[in-house]
T-cell receptor, first 110, second 115 residues
């Protein structure tokens, strides 16, 4: 059975801090690793990673995949209160199914 | 439409009743997914459609759950004889192509409460 584990489950930081969120996966016929940000509404897409070692960057957020060690990290630099959310990681295999982790609840205090 | 639309947003039903949850994907999107999300958990896969064909229903918990997408656009997830353990957020997502793991866009979900 496919499995995605995220850590930590929750994290509280101060504005300006840098955070690293972790995601390890065991997905049959792995194809891609996706990160989503979930606030009160629907999860919104952040990154899709398919190749090892290539960093994807969007503003203060960046992510990288290690297919040998089966993990990914999501970095957020200079955090802001608006970054407070649940960050979801999902692994996708050849059967179209995305297997999600439980998420990391990030709280950024002013 | 501009985004994935789900209705109703909230549904309270009595145990034993049937419910039908609707998903209207982004126009032209080929793939449609149903997920269930319990409080404090990530979304759990239920089923997947490619056009009107249900490609994978391995995540449906039991035979009280069914889904259809008869014309390859709007989908309905039906839960028969609801039980309290069915209470959760039900989310629909769609993606543009039939390519594996193309970015999926989520709807705001239907919060189902079975009392």
């Amino acid at each position: 059975e496919d499995k995605v584990v995220q850590s930590p489950l929750s994290l509280v930081v101060h504005e300006g801090d840098t955070v690293t969120l972790n995601c390890s996966y065991e997905v049959t016929n792995f194809r891609s690793l996706l990160w989503y940000k979930q606030e009160k509404k629907a999860p919104t897409f952040l990154f899709m990673l398919t190749s090892s070692g290539i960093e994807k960057k969007s503003g203060r957020l960046s992510s990288i995949l290690d297919k040998k060690e089966l993990f990914s990290i999501l970095n957020i630099t200079a955090t802001q209160t608006g970054d407070s959310a649940i960050y979801l990681c999902a692994g996708g295999g050849s059967n179209y199914k995305l297997t999600f982790g439980k998420g990391t609840l990030l709280t950024v205090n002013p | 439409g501009a985004g994935v639309s789900q209705s109703p947003r909230y549904k309270v039903t009595k145990r034993g009743q049937d419910v039908a949850l609707r998903c209207d994907p982004i126009s032209g999107h080929v793939s449609l997914y149903w997920y269930r999300q319990a409080l404090g958990q990530g979304p759990e896969f239920l089923t997947y459609f490619n056009y009107e064909a249900q490609q994978d229903k391995s995540g449906l918990p039991n035979d009280r759950f069914s889904a259809e997408r008869p014309e390859g656009s709007i989908s309905t997830l039906t839960i028969q004889r609801t039980e309290q353990r069915d209470s959760a957020m039900y989310r629909c997502a769609s993606s543009a192509t039939g390519q594996l793991n193309t970015e999926a866009f989520f709807g705001q979900g239907t919060r189902l409460t079975v009392v």
